[in-house]
């Protein structure tokens, strides 16, 4: 299962987005408004004659800037919905999943929902369990398609999300859980728990996915709270250090085609945890803020003030365990190199000294992935480098 960085740096989704029929069948009733809506869209600045001819392909070949340009002008009309009704659908999936936490029914929340939004929602569900099945099997082309097609969903679901997080049935929620308020911590907390579980939670969001076809709304809320209360319970028991070397791990693995890790990192404590992944941002940013010619003083210089002090803290029962795991043996197989052989330090630090350029642009893009707090894209830009290390000549 091999993941390329470009993928891991795609954001989300648009297969047949949120049925556009329906938009337009929406706007033809509201004559009295026609004028004001019509003003909003301006199609002429999409360059189409409407937006059903907006495509998979259109977006994959926007330039980014023209891309959000786009985004910008569809969040301005689809999260205001045309039609204030409620859908039954949202009723019975949120009623059902707030009953799961033993809480009254959401009635300040499913007020952010209506008609057009309540569609996008289960559209967003269908476009995220297409990303996780996706990711789990490697296919990198759907892929393509899964991180255009939530990218835009989420674009159109802002202000309803927003409304949700701000909402007393939110607070309670939150409250019942002993979890953040905040909306941009709790973003953060899911995206490093999918990064660290997807395999696992393609499994789960499955099984919502089963009930929503069958038109049952209110099990799929269920499932989906219980799926959220297990996710919530995981990540406070594995703890963010943990979660964000087991994401690092995934992409390391994923990026070789290899399975993923199941071993190598349990062998560490959410501290150990922290002291590698802090010792991979440390290098990663020391180099990166010099010149690419100066990597390897860089690289000499990190590792006597700050490298050398971190990995010590790791003790060697650690490091025996990581290096003696399947997943560590899996790397070195695949590399054609030990990972643990003073052959294999020698020839990165060779590397470090020939290839300068190359090496800085590794690591810049770990560190731009860390920045970000991407531990999957971090870890995929190290798979690169060990495999550029080792064909080295």
Partial sequence: MRLSIQLILLLTLFNAVFSWKAVFEKLEKLRDKGEEIKDKLDLKNFSLSSLKDLSVTDILNFEAPDLHAKLDKLKHIIPKDLDPSHHREIDAFWTTAFKHFGLPKPTELIECFGTVSGSVFFRKLRTVNDLLQHSKTGDNIKLHTDYVQVEVLMHALEHTHRCMVDSHDFERLSDSLHI???????????????????????????????????????????????????????????????????????????????????????????????????????????????????????????????????????????????????????????????????EFRDKMWDYVSDHNIMFYSYLKSMNSAFTKGDYLHAGAAYAHLLEAIAKAT
Avoid at 210 to 221: S, T, W
Avoid at 257 to 272: A, H, R, V
Avoid at 307 to 318: A, H, M, N, R, T
Wanted: charge should be negative.
């Fill in 180 to 342: 953040s308020h905040d909306a941009e911590t709790l973003k953060r907390a899911k995206y490093l728990y999918y990064e660290a579980k997807y395999a696992s939670l393609a499994d789960d969001y499955k099984l919502i996915i089963d009930e929503l076809d069958k038109k049952d709304f209110a099990q799929a809320g269920k499932l989906f709270a219980e799926l959220f209360q297990k996710s919530v319970k995981d990540f406070k028991k594995q703890g963010e250090d943990l979660l964000s070397y087991e994401a690092f791990s995934n992409g390391l693995s994923a990026t070789l085609g290899l399975e993923l890790p199941t071993e190598g990192f349990k062998c560490y404590n959410s501290n150990q945890a922290k002291i590698l992944m802090d010792f991979f941002k440390g290098i990663a940013d020391a180099v990166t803020e010099g010149r690419w010619y100066k990597a390897d003083q860089s690289t000499a210089d990190y590792w006597k003030k700050q490298g050398k002090d971190l990995l010590s803290q790791i003790p060697d029962k650690v490091w025996k365990c990581d290096m003696n795991s399947k997943d560590s043996k899996q790397i070195s197989e695949k590399i054609g190199m030990d990972l643990n052989s003073q």
